[in-house]
């Protein structure tokens, strides 16, 4: 029997040592089916494969405290301006806005009888053609719509100068 103290141990062994062991190189590694490490390992044990979350990248404790202040600041502001500050806040943002955009599965979804002919769809290729839209707004609503050439890289440096050139201009006049 596979379920046996000494597998058990084995088994709390072997995932403590790699957590994204297989079921497979469990029952490889006990010599039992896999069905059986698959019962020890999800009904006996407990465990559960999970996918860990993905995170863009990890804050450190600099930057963690770089946020804290600016928020702090932030907060101090609005104690002392009340509403006033929050009309002042200007944010942005990007997206792809692409040429054609596909229809979903669920879009495409019909009904069919069964003497009616096979019904086909056609992959196509939703970035066939797109472009990267930034937008800028306020509590009032869009200041700056500016579209970014073909190629162009979204880097600071390219932030900035659309500060100065386009989106101070674009509050002024507002």
């Known amino acids: 029997m596979a379920t046996t103290t000494r597998n058990e141990e084995r088994t709390l062994e072997l ?25 020890l390992i999800h009904d006996t044990l407990n465990f559960s494969k ?3 979350r993905w995170v863009p990248n990890e804050l450190t404790e600099e930057r963690k405290r770089e946020r ?3 928020c702090s600041r932030h907060l101090a502001h609005y104690h002392e301006d009340g509403e006033n500050y929050l009309q002042q806040i200007v944010t942005g943002d990007e997206t792809w806005i692409h040429h054609y955009e596909p229809e979903s599965k669920q879009q495409i979804m019909q009904w ?4 009616s ?15 990267m839209l930034t ?7 869009p200041i700056l719509e500016t579209y970014q050439k073909r190629g162009t890289a979204v880097t600071s440096a390219l932030y900035c100068d659309m500060h100065q050139v386009e989106l101070k201009p674009a509050i002024h006049s507002k």
């Open 135 to 141: 937008v800028f707004w306020d509590s009032q609503g």
């Open 50 to 52: 999970v996918c860990a």
């Open 68 to 70: 804290l202040d600016i």
């Open 15 to 39: 995932i403590r040592e790699n957590k994204r062991m297989t079921v497979e190189d469990v029952a490889r590694t006990l010599n039992v089916s896999i069905d059986s490490a698959y019962s």
């Open 117 to 131: 002919p096979v019904v086909r769809t056609f992959k196509t290729q939703p970035s066939a053609g797109k472009l």
């Open 112 to 115: 069919k009888h069964p003497s």
